[in-house]
């Protein structure tokens, strides 16, 4: 029917208007220009302020007012996502905050220079909560630091970054296994 085509054409724009968004992705050393598409799991983004996010990822910096006393803090907007207007807090782990600094040059730096790995729970629709850990390894590889992730540590596809430059991030979840697409419904 009319009515049928009129919802498949509309949904076939805001996929595509998704698909082509853009983003900041780590390559090479520098935040170059990326379509969403392009993410995948593994990568660092850099996220500006009012822009949405375009996977789930585990929050590595944040912009710092104070360069000298880094804090980790941003704040985030979750309407899209569960109705609240009101910003949330979230924070990057502490030894993330430590190995890259406060100013952008040192967390770029630090996306090429960071080893480790993270651990987490299966792909769920639950956006309340996240489970999972991260493992630093020490620049000489010798010794390794392990602390636990939760859902203040991370940032869901849907989100918007607010009243802060921007977020540098690594990217846990994409497409189908992000929390909001996991809870999406067929239509």
Known sequence: SYLKLKQDLSRHKSDHAANSAKTLRYV???FVPAVWTE??????LKVGNREGLPADILLVAAHEPDPA?????????TKSLDGETNLKGRSVPKPL????????ASQAAACGAISGHVECEQPNA??????????LR????AS???????????????SVVR??????????????????MQGARRP
């Not at 006393?69 to 907007?77: D, K, L």
């Not at 905050?97 to 952008?104: K, M, Y």
């Not at 690594?170 to 909001?180: A, E, H, Q, R, S």
């Open 163 to 180: 009243n802060s430059e921007y977020v540098i991030g690594l990217v846990i979840n994409t497409g189908v296994d992000t929390k909001v």
């Open 126 to 135: 639950a956006t309340r909560k996240f489970v999972g850990t991260l493992t």
């Open 138 to 141: 020490a620049s000489g590889g």
């Open 39 to 44: 993410v995948k799991v593994g990568d660092f």
């Open 28 to 30: 090479g050393g520098e």
């Open 69 to 77: 006393h880094p804090a980790g803090a941003c704040y985030i907007e």
């Open 144 to 158: 390794e630091e392990t602390v636990p992730l939760g859902i203040n540590n991370v940032l869901l596809r849907g």
């Open 97 to 104: 905050t430590a190995a890259c600094g406060g100013t952008l």
